[in-house]
């Protein structure tokens, strides 16, 4: 009677540990990408913002290397560095020069959609420092990143979709890149609703 106790006991024990386990596992491995995939996939995001927002101080990063999977949104992403660069040059125009720009990535969440993809909720803060006063202004704004894991697994960028628009050039112009999906069009559309 105490032998089967015993083997009862260790078969429990067994049971309970391979059970916690066969758990762990599972949920890690539901849990989207490891952490040198999300410094892969943090490196990529912020060398994007980065080189986005130094077209603000010149025209070295107007032309990109296409960082997205598809030929339309590189193409967007060409679009807005050109815009940014006009902006620039209107301020400049104007006296306004910037002589520095850093970019602060915090990356709130990462969804795993499937096996192979994911989505990446970042908040970007980008600060300028305006060359004649030394002054630094900024903006932060809201991304979220769809990466989809390719056959060489490298994670690959498929779009930046902006959920606020970007300080680097007038607001008219930054809202066209935000993404149709975005709440700030909600709120902007409950402000006009109660102004009237």
């Known amino acids: 009677m105490k032998n089967i106790k015993k083997i009862l006991s260790f078969a429990l024990v067994a049971i309970m540990f391979f059970s916690s386990f066969s758990n762990t596992i599972y949920a890690s491995s539901n849990m989207g990408p490891g952490k040198p995939d999300e410094m892969e996939i943090r490196e990529k995001i912020d060398n994007l913002l980065r080189e986005r927002a130094s077209v603000m101080l010149s025209d070295e990063n107007i032309s990109c290397k296409n960082v997205f999977r598809s030929q339309r949104n590189f193409m967007i992403e060409q679009r807005q ?6 902006f620039r040059k209107k301020l400049e125009s104007v006296g306004e020069t910037y002589s520095k720009a850093r970019t602060i ?5 990462v969804k795993k959609d499937s096996d192979s993809r994911v989505s990446v909720s970042v908040k970007e803060e980008t600060y300028l420092t305006i060359a004649e006063t030394g002054v630094e202004t900024g903006y932060d704004a809201r991304h979220e990143f769809v990466f989809e894991k390719g056959i060489n697994g490298e994670w690959n960028m498929i779009e930046d979709k902006q959920l606020d628009p970007t300080g ?3 607001l008219y112009k930054a809202e066209e890149y935000v993404d149709p999906s975005s709440d700030i069009f909600e709120e902007i559309g409950e402000e006009l609703f109660v102004c009237f």
């Open 81 to 86: 560095r050109v815009e940014i660069a006009e």
């Open 105 to 109: 990535i915090d990356i709130n969440e």
């Open 168 to 170: 680097l050039m007038p």
